[in-house]
Nanobody, 119 residues
Framework: QVQLVESGGGLVQPGGSLRLSCAASGSIVSIVVLGWYRQAPGKQRELVATISAGGSRTNYADSVKGRFTVSRDNAQNTVDLQMNSLKPEDTAVYYC????????????WGQGTQVTVSK
């Protein structure tokens, strides 16, 4: 079992920045991928960014490339999402995600944190 707790959401003006953080606990040694997804009202949950266990491989949605940066600190068991040049269309609930490989693949989600980009 892995527990994920997000923090750092809020209200920001277009063009502004926010940093989300996710703290992982539990069976963290079995985590192979950490990442962030988001879900806007009336839309399906979509991938934002992922990062591999060692932090050497990252993957971004086209819509956030060049604006968002995902990073992880294995000593602190955290994964962060730095969001710059925010747009109104970035408004969504952001979810931390973890995939483990122990007796098969398992997926875990945080409770979500609201990000609102508005004047």
């Amino acid at each position: 079992q892995v527990q994920l707790v997000e923090s750092g959401g809020g209200l920001v003006q277009p063009g502004g920045s926010l940093r989300l953080s996710c703290a992982a606990s539990g069976s963290i040694v079995s985590i192979v991928v950490l990442g962030w997804y988001r879900q806007a009202p009336g839309k399906q949950r979509e991938l934002v960014a992922t990062i591999s266990a060692g932090g050497s491989r990252t993957n971004y949605a086209d819509s956030v490339k060049g604006r968002f940066t995902v990073s992880r600190d294995n000593a602190q068991n955290t994964v962060d999402l730095q969001m710059n040049s925010l747009k109104p269309e970035d408004t969504a609930v952001y979810y931390c995600h973890a995939m483990t490989m122990s007796s098969g693949a398992h997926f875990y989600w945080g409770q979500g944190t609201q990000v609102t980009v508005s004047k």
